[in-house]
């Protein structure tokens, strides 16, 4: 057992090495020299951020420099603990300049196939968050799931890592956005594969996109072999009297679908072992029985957790994220029979395990409005704090909103008032009766300079800013999070120039969509904004000149029925077109269609469905047609 705990370091409290020797140990000196090249990486790191590449690669440079004299001169394997973790960093690093240099990795060499080099990457590091659970709304677990993207959008554009979100996020430097989450970040090799896919264009390669990538895997030969079925074993379950220590629902099975299902998840589970249900739970691996009620000792699954063999393999790999109630709970649970205190052992144990997100609702729903606003209050401090930590705000308390930045005070209760009167009309035009808008108020963040805008996307959505964009809105199903950011563009209104309230409007508009839940389509989401903003300053230029704005992006469109579909245009030309057609929309069949019509899309019933229950006996392609029309000004014969 000492021998065994002489091997473990750990290394800023998150990574956990082992090994099986001692080795060459840095110098004072040179431990001095490691920690000024990680400051010096960090700082490579914001100028990337800020796109000051040339300046990042010279400081990556003389990091690599640094860090391998120590190597050197100290005799390290660059496996040794004192540096492992720093080359690391590093890696990621070259790897963050590399994208946002637009280099594309592999693009012009060998063809990258997603079926036998990026599909083995997914279901290994990323089903875990993005299978069944749909982190984000984000599923991975079929190439139909990563081309519809997630909650941020689309995670992959084709030809254009350094556009791609999937690509940002598995080489970004900042381990808190980085994926996959709390695990060891993609090698270089697994990175190049990915990106490299990407920049040959993002080809499927497979047959039916909506097969698990699992089969597709196994069909192309990729996967292990796979092993005769074991013969079922028959197993007891132990009813739960309600006296035991440890519930298995509340304490065991939550860790098992989050750390093991990964692995021992679905079909295909490693070694046989599923984690499917309680009952494969007990029926074990192709090695036998994992779980023996009332044996400690004997039971696989307490000897990998514990680390018992001489082999020293523990489970999950490294024993990542085990806490000790865990360990705890398990240990009580076998030695107390391993009852099970669930409806049914054949279910899914993930069925009856809530997820991190219903877990978190589920402690929001419980606070009292009060509660909630002082939520409210904290979580846009500790998001501004990720983002400006040096500069700190002001705010101003309204009502419905939490008005917060870093421009005058007298700014911000302007923009205060304006959020209070445009609430008023959401609440006429839908028929909103609730005591607040939105849990704990709406938030209301708006920065004086367009780099505090750009951090902001970048810091906390890791995502490039497009040029047009100066504003979005987030509101996350649980209200966790519920806000506007804001660039102030100033109030002088042109044809080019919205002006801060338009765009206050557009966004807050965008929020309050946002709240029922159901996937909008973005044109009904930036439409409705506008639409409610030109009501209220019908002479404003920048509304005026919309009309042939969407006619320009509307040129070159086969299909008019293409125009309700998302991705259909850019961020610079969705406005323009949601605004016409919601307008279009109003004035054909008035408010109370409409506000139907988006009751509907927040249940979820689809825009067609939509359109046909509530504008018949117009349909999509009808309605499609009739609005072309009315911008072009002919009249259908």
Not at 128 to 153: V, Y
Not at 210 to 239: I, N, P
Not at 577 to 596: C, H, P, S
Request: aromatic residues 6%.
């Amino acid at each position: 057992m000492m021998a065994r705990n002489a091997c473990v370091g750990v290394l800023l409290a998150t990574v956990v090495w082992f090994c099986a020797s001692a080795t060459a140990a840095p110098t004072s000196a040179q431990r001095k020299d490691l920690a000024a090249a990680r400051k010096t990486l960090t700082r490579a790191s914001g100028l990337i951020r800020r796109k000051k590449l040339e300046d990042a690669e010279k400081l990556i440079k003389e990091a690599e420099a640094a860090i391998k004299k120590v190597i050197d001169a100290a005799k390290l394997k660059r496996t040794d603990r004192s540096v492992a973790g720093l080359l690391r960093f590093l890696s990621i690093q070259k790897r963050q300049l590399a994208l946002r240099q637009g280099k594309k990795p592999m693009a012009s060499g060998k063809p990258v196939s997603f079926i036998k080099d990026v599909a083995p990457i997914l279901v290994a590091k990323c089903l875990q968050c993005h299978g069944t659970r749909a982190a984000g709304k984000l599923r991975l677990d079929t190439f139909a799931g990563l081309s519809r993207g997630g909650r941020s959008g689309a995670v992959v554009r084709p030809g254009n890592p350094k556009a791609s979100l999937l690509a940002l996020r598995v080489a970004a430097p900042n381990a808190q956005v980085r994926m996959p989450k709390n695990a060891a970040p993609l090698s270089r090799a697994q990175f190049d594969s990915i990106a490299g896919w990407i920049a040959q264009g993002a080809k499927f390669d497979g047959g039916n996109a909506d097969t698990s990538l699992k089969q597709l895997m196994s069909a192309a030969g990729k996967g292990k072999k796979t092993k005769k079925s074991k013969k079922a074993t028959t197993v007891k379950v132990v009813k739960a009297t309600g006296k035991e220590k440890v519930s298995f629902v509340k304490q065991v099975a939550p860790t098992l679908t989050t750390l093991c299902a990964g692995c021992h998840g679905g079909r295909n589970s490693r070694g046989g072992f599923s984690v499917n249900t309680f009952e494969t739970v007990l029926q074990g691996s192709d090695s036998g029985r994992v779980v023996l009620p009332g044996n400690l000792e004997a039971s696989l699954i307490w000897r990998r957790v514990a680390a018992l063999d001489k082999d020293n393999q523990k489970m999950p790999p490294g024993n990542r994220r085990i806490t000790r109630e865990f360990y705890n709970s398990l240990k009580t649970w076998i030695q107390e029979g391993a009852k099970f205190d669930g409806e049914s052992a054949t279910v899914t144990l993930r069925s009856l395990v809530p997820t991190d997100e219903q877990m978190r609702a589920a402690e929001l729903a419980k606070l009292t409005p009060e509660e909630f606003n002082d939520l409210r209050e904290t979580r846009t401090d500790e998001l501004w704090d990720r983002v400006s930590k040096d500069d700190r705000p002001r705010f101003v308390k309204s009502a419905e909103f939490f008005v917060y930045g870093d421009v005058t005070a007298a700014r911000l209760q302007q923009v205060a008032l304006w959020a209070e009167d445009h609430g008023k009309r959401l609440r006429s035009m839908f028929g909103e009766k609730s005591g607040q808008l939105f849990k704990g108020k709406l938030a209301v963040i708006v920065f004086k300079e367009r780099f505090g805008y750009t951090e902001w996307n970048q810091v906390i959505h890791n995502r490039e800013t497009p040029r047009a964009m100066t504003g979005h809105s987030v509101v996350s199903p649980s209200f966790e999070d519920a806000y506007v950011v804001l660039q102030d563009v100033g109030d002088v209104v042109s044809a080019t120039a919205p002006g801060l309230r338009l765009q206050l409007v557009d966004h807050v508009t965008g929020a309050f969509l946002k709240r029922k839940g159901g996937r909008l389509p973005q044109w009904v989401i930036r439409g409705t904004g506008l639409s409610l903003a030109a009501q209220a300053d019908s002479g404003n230029e920048h509304i005026a000149g919309m009309r042939a704005a969407a006619i320009d992006s509307l040129q070159g469109l086969t299909k008019p029925e293409d125009l309700f579909a998302d991705g259909t245009f850019s961020p610079a030309q969705i406005g323009a077109v949601g605004y016409t057609l919601v307008a279009f929309m109003t004035k054909a069949g008035g408010n109370n269609r409409f506000v139907r019509f988006v009751g509907n899309l927040q249940k979820g019933t689809g825009v067609a469905a939509s359109i046909k229950a509530v504008y018949a006996p117009t349909d999509l392609k009808r309605l499609a047609a009739a609005y072309v029309q009315s911008l072009s000004g002919k009249k259908k014969r």
